[in-house]
């Protein structure tokens, strides 16, 4: 393959192929010890894996055992759940800096074939995708993708609707789509943010318990080496409001009088709708959303204590907090223009001749006799010969995907 394409003049590029994608019975590392890196360099691009926490499969496929989806959910609403998906691939990461490649998470979700109903289309999977995504972050990945799948999975970031209902049902937008925003929005545009994982020091410190710092992970995003922006957690599922923490955030100063903060928030971590990001929402249903946020933005500004120089910022239950630490942290995600894209793929563009209701209402209609000479809505062998009074026969089209995918990035 590779020989193939040096030879191919109409691939300019001959450096991007991503491996080895391991995900099973071989570690990275094994294919590392087998001189695969420096024998193929020149062809390679980045260096990959994939991997998912666990599977559905048996209840897909009849693979393996059957799971319960709610003995598991647990295992995805704390921090130790991002620590254990990272460290096997600590040293894998540091290999790929010292070959001057990429090291990508290539395919993850909440659990392999199609994932768990309840857990994999919940808030409670968004709050683990952004655990995952920043921590992924912190142990060397350079981006990560959330796989997509079909109509009948349940971790989709967003699913279309059936072709036959796009006239009037518009897309559903997953719990875990959410997850990118924030992500995207704590990283911020600049490519060179460094993410710190600051839950064990401030636990270490007494600044939070370490009974429950696995549920209020803090992480600390820097730029150009003064820390910009934090995002905290707040797994516990609890709408009494007798489980809502805080977080003490020293600033540099006595004039810094407030930070703003934006919240991922949602009822309870088993919620699949009723979401928002800053007030605004994809929606609170299925087929509900234009890929537009609706909606009021919603940025909390915090006041600080200039005597100790502190702010406290409140984590209900549940939540995630991104807080912008200056004014302009918070410009970076407030664009003063937007950008939008033109639709570049279209349904029901063939066979859209229509009739008024009124006409067809009082019409005689044709008798089966005429039936030869009218148009076909088939696409079938004979079915587009010529038609009298039509000068375009029918067509039916069809497009699909495939590989698609949304990306983190930490680069």
Known sequence: ?????????????????????????????????TGFVPAFTGALGYLSVEHYPTDNCYAEYGIGSPVNPQDVFPNYLNHNASLGLVAPYLNASA??????????????????CGGFPGISDSFGAAMWAVDYGLQMGVGGFWSGMIHVGGQDVYYNPFTPPPTNQSSYHQWTVGAI????LLIAEALGPTGTAQIIDLTNSLASNGVAPVSTSTYTPVY?????????RLVAFNFVSDPSGASGASLVVGVQGASVGSVQVKYLQAPSVSEKYNITWAG???????????????????????????TSSTCTIPLPAPCIALVFLTPGALAESNPSTTQTFA?????????????NPTVLATSNGM??????????????????GVRVGMGVAGMVSAAGLAGVGVLWGWW
């Open 1 to 33: 393959m590779v020989d193939a394409i040096n030879a191919d003049n109409s691939i300019p590029v001959k450096n991007n192929l991503v491996a080895p994608s391991v995900s099973g019975t071989w570690t990275p590392e094994d294919v590392f010890n």
């Open 95 to 112: 290999y790929a800096a010292s070959q001057g490649k990429p090291f990508v998470m290539m395919e993850t979700n909440t659990a392999s």
């Open 177 to 180: 789509f959410y997850s990118s």
């Open 220 to 228: 600390g995003i820097y730029e150009n080496g003064q820390m910009a």
């Open 280 to 306: 605004q929402t994809f929606g609170d249903s299925t087929f509900a959303s234009d890929g537009r946020l609706t909606g009021s933005v919603s940025i909390q500004t915090i006041p600080c204590d200039s």
């Open 343 to 355: 639709t570049t793929a279209y349904t029901k563009n063939a066979n859209t001749a229509t009739i």
């Open 367 to 384: 008798s089966g006799a005429q039936r030869k000479q009218l148009g076909s809505t088939s696409n079938e062998n004979g079915a587009l």
